[in-house]
């Protein structure tokens, strides 16, 4: 089953932790861009970095997602 990330939900999640787009981008070794575009919803993440998200912000994917 395809996880998809929810725009809304990874960008409030994201301030609730107090991380920066720079932050998210340097722990998953991705561009500012490329985290950017998964908040503005024209690109989602594989789902290796879903779950990557998930332990970066200590929450189940499916709560971002």
Do not use: H
């Not at 996880?3 to 998953?28: H, N, W, Y």
Request: overall charge positive; aromatic content about 10%.
């Amino acid at each position: 089953m395809v996880k998809r990330l929810c725009p809304t939900k990874f960008s409030q999640m994201r301030e609730s932790k107090g991380f920066t787009i720079t932050d998210v981008a340097k722990i998953l070794g991705k561009s500012e861009r490329t985290v950017y575009r998964w908040e503005n919803g024209t690109a989602q993440p594989s789902e290796s970095v879903l779950r990557e998200l998930g332990i970066s912000y200590l929450t189940f994917p499916s709560q971002i997602g």
